[in-house]
């Protein structure tokens, strides 16, 4: 079975443009997660999803956007990039995005901002 | 105060030694506690799951929980330099998102 996958791989954006990363979760999971790490720290939350709705938000600002689709695959939203956007960017799906399931990452997107 | 805290390392250890990790995290309300591995250029993948104080072992590796104290911890026996990563510990609390720590680096030594 394919595990989480997420695309592009790389991407290279300047500043004050918009980008949309994908993510297909492990089949059978509902929910899905997106992560933000920076190089040399650990992911920060941004957003959780479970059936088509936000569970959960970070301390991101409103030029991060999230959705969820019917199929469960899951679009990350980032407007009017800035510097200090470039950043792994890392998605996690879970079964049923319940407390204490256990999280499965893709690979992620490296975003570069220039 | 961090949410998560873990000390960055790099904690050095020689082959075949112990090597221990440590972590904090400030919620009292959490339930749910990981370790996940990261290698360099790599996503993490979860090796170790912990939900009730003690110890749960699995293979070479042990983790710890001591929910008065606030206190998680991962032991690995018979280090291996394949075992050279940076740990994530990674806590859930209340609501649905898992918190995690900014990383301790391990160096194994051959």
């Known amino acids: 079975d394919a595990g989480v996958t997420q695309s592009p791989t790389h991407l290279i954006k300047t500043r004050g443009q918009q980008v949309t990363l994908r993510c297909s979760p492990i089949s059978g999971h509902k929910s899905v997660s997106w992560y933000q790490q920076v190089l040399g720290q650990g992911p920060q939350f941004i957003f959780q999803?479970?059936?088509?709705?936000?569970?959960g938000r970070g301390n991101f600002p409103d030029r991060f956007s999230a959705r969820q689709f019917p199929n469960y695959s899951s679009e990350l939203n980032v407007n009017a990039l800035l510097l200090g956007d470039s950043a792994l960017y890392l998605c996690?799906?879970?079964?049923?995005?319940?407390?204490?399931?256990?999280?499965?990452f893709g690979s992620g997107t490296q975003l570069s901002v220039l | 105060q961090k949410e998560v805290e873990q000390n960055s390392g790099p904690l050095s250890v020689p082959e075949g030694a112990i090597a221990s990790l440590n972590c904090t995290y400030s919620d009292r309300g959490s339930q749910s506690f990981f370790w996940y591995r990261q290698y360099s250029g790599k996503s993490p993948e979860l090796i170790m799951s912990i939900y009730s104080n003690g110890d749960k072992e699995d293979g070479r590796f042990t983790a710890q929980l001591n929910k008065a104290s606030q206190y998680v911890s991962l032991l690995i026996r018979d280090s291996q330099p394949s075992d050279s990563a940076t740990y994530l510990c990674a806590v859930t609390g209340k609501g649905f998102k898992t918190i995690f720590g900014a990383g301790t680096r391990l160096f194994v030594k051959a």
């Open positions: 999803y479970y059936e088509k709705e936000e569970r």
């Open positions: 996690a799906s879970s079964l049923e995005g319940q407390r204490g399931e256990k999280l499965f």
